[in-house]
């Protein structure tokens, strides 16, 4: 537990990403309050230093990779508000044998990390290496030992793993990240199971509605709020997502 899955072959040349350590320069531990929980959260201490990074560079004239995870972003906040607030049923919060849920593009974490503290088991998964040791260490920062962490490539899924819940946040900021996140869901969803998803109110939202409906999913939206890096309100949706259950025939 807490290693990560590298058993899978990465799709094309860049598929998975492995941000060097040494590109996130002196790290920092930032208090940060959710729904009146406080987490610690280890992270960068400036971006522009990694940006100007020479690997990252690289990165970006391969595959226009930018390692955004380093950042916490309000749609991060909005989930893990949304995930505090609820009521989980007891099959996924109690007993040694409860499913896993997934954090897809976890990034630092707090979402999957608001998720443990509910009493869930957390996958934590992202395409880049060095995000999710980070991650797993900042679970580790606020005690929460039932969180492991996945190498995932959206478009190559573990075969015959699927799960209840599937978490992200901010993960359609780009148009083509649409179509293959819907495809990852449809993938990885059980039968009943739900994705909740908060999204900065991005242009690629409307894409994102049209595509779900594509592929037979329905869904509701809430609106939902906070605060940036700098302490602007930023508007947001959660948005909850299920398969479109087909009406039986009359015999």
């Not at 959260?41 to 560079?57: C, G, K, N, Y």
């Not at 893990?80 to 099959?91: F, V």
């Not at 939902?224 to 009406?247: E, K, N």
Request: net charge neutral; with cysteine.
């Amino acid at each position: 537990m807490g290693q990560a899955k590298t058993d899978a072959s990465p799709h094309g040349e860049g598929a998975w990403a492995e941000t060097p350590w040494e590109a996130l320069g002196q790290l920092r531990r930032e208090r940060v309050q959710v729904a009146g929980r406080t987490f610690t959260l280890e992270r960068p201490t400036s971006i522009d230093t990694l940006l100007d990074h020479p690997a990252v560079f690289a990165a970006f004239a391969r595959n226009e990779y930018i390692p955004y995870w380093t950042d916490l972003w309000p749609a991060a906040r909005m989930l893990a508000a949304a995930i505090l607030q609820h009521d989980w049923p007891t099959r996924l919060t109690q007993g040694p044998d409860r499913p896993e849920v997934l954090e897809v593009g976890c990034g630092l974490g707090l979402a999957g990390l608001a998720a443990a503290a509910c009493g869930l088991r957390v996958v934590l998964s992202d395409c880049d290496t060095t995000a999710l040791r980070l991650a797993l260490g900042n679970a580790r920062l606020n005690g929460l030992t039932e969180v492991r962490v996945m190498l995932l490539d959206w478009e190559h899924p573990p075969a015959g793993w699927r799960v209840p819940v599937v978490f992200a946040s901010d993960v359609i900021f780009e148009s083509r990240h649409v179509a293959p996140l819907v495809r990852l869901l449809d993938e990885l969803l059980l039968p009943d199971g739900e994705c909740w998803l908060a999204d900065q109110n991005r242009p690629a939202g409307g894409l994102f509605r049209q595509t779900l409906a594509a592929r037979g999913f329905h869904y509701t939206t809430t609106p939902s709020q906070a605060t940036d890096s700098a302490g602007h309100a930023v508007a947001g949706t959660i948005y909850r997502i299920r398969r479109r259950h087909r009406r039986r025939g009359r015999a």
